[in-house]
């Protein structure tokens, strides 16, 4: 494509003047660009190579992004630990930054890749961290997205009874926030997590209740 023919050049360009600064942002341009192809495979050859002049030239800022962005990649390949490895290192940086709203991302990042992995409880630690995180910065928006990823490692595991838990702490959350969709969604999820519990009477409420805000 044109972008990366473009980036190319730059790139001979930075090279051939000892420019390293333009030549971790040619990389880095690469990478992206590729990844748009959805070659995430070119994506991570271009991104570690920006990353390492990133580092030579104790760029923390362009650091983060550079591995945001390999670890974004190497999750899209199914390549989950080394996507996790990634996501910790930027995790150091937010912690450096104390950036809490990029470490919430990340342990969004960690709780899913994690669970990708069938590494449930290790998903459920990120995801406890990414509760406490939100509550402490009063983020509810996140805080039910990180009950949602506990609840559903939960549900994998097959400890219903934890699962319910979580699940109920989000659908409270989510009827604060008015959510009729969301709150359908969680019911669902509970119907079937009480089920497996054996206890039919609040599966069928739960049925009761999620068929009342489809008919709305």
């Known amino acids: 494509t044109k972008a990366i023919d473009y980036q190319q050049q730059s790139l001979r360009v930075a090279q051939k003047v000892g420019d390293r600064r333009g030549e971790m942002a040619a990389l880095n341009n690469?990478?992206?660009?590729?990844?748009?192809?959805?070659?995430?495979?070119?994506?991570v050859t271009f991104e570690q190579r920006s990353l390492t002049i990133a580092?030579?030239?104790?760029?923390?800022?362009?650091?983060?992004?550079?591995?945001k962005n390999l670890g974004n990649a190497c999750y899209a390949l199914g390549n989950f630990t080394q996507a996790i490895e990634y996501y910790q290192q930027r995790l150091d940086l937010a912690y450096q930054a104390k950036d809490s709203?990029?470490?919430?991302?990340?342990?969004?990042?960690?709780?899913?890749?994690?669970?990708?992995?069938?590494?449930?409880?290790?998903?459920?630690?990120?995801?406890?961290?990414?509760?406490?995180?939100?509550?402490?910065?009063?983020?509810?928006?996140?805080?039910?997205?990180?009950?949602?990823?506990?609840?559903?490692?939960y549900d994998a595991m097959?400890?219903?009874?934890?699962?319910?838990?979580y699940?109920?702490?989000?659908?409270?959350?989510?009827?604060?926030?008015?959510?009729?969709?969301l709150e359908e969604q969680i019911l669902g999820s509970l119907k079937i997590a009480y089920y497996?519990?054996?206890?039919?009477?609040?599966?069928?409420?739960?049925a009761e209740k999620r068929e009342a805000i489809c008919s709305r």
Not at 30 to 43: I, P, R
Not at 158 to 165: F, N, S
Not at 169 to 175: G, H, V, Y
């Open 30 to 43: 690469l990478g992206l660009a590729y990844k748009a192809l959805g070659d995430h495979e070119s994506a």
């Open 55 to 67: 580092r030579e030239l104790k760029d923390q800022q362009v650091e983060e992004q550079i591995l």
């Open 101 to 153: 709203r990029m470490e919430g991302q990340i342990l969004r990042n960690l709780s899913n890749a994690c669970y990708s992995q069938s590494d449930y409880p290790t998903s459920i630690n990120y995801g406890q961290q990414w509760v406490r995180l939100s509550r402490a910065i009063q983020d509810q928006r996140s805080e039910e997205q990180a009950l949602g990823c506990i609840a559903v490692a």
């Open 158 to 165: 097959g400890d219903y009874a934890r699962a319910v838990e």
């Open 167 to 181: 699940y109920e702490q989000r659908l409270t959350l989510i009827r604060q926030m008015q959510e009729p969709r």
């Open 196 to 206: 497996a519990l054996g206890d039919y009477a609040r599966a069928a409420e739960c």
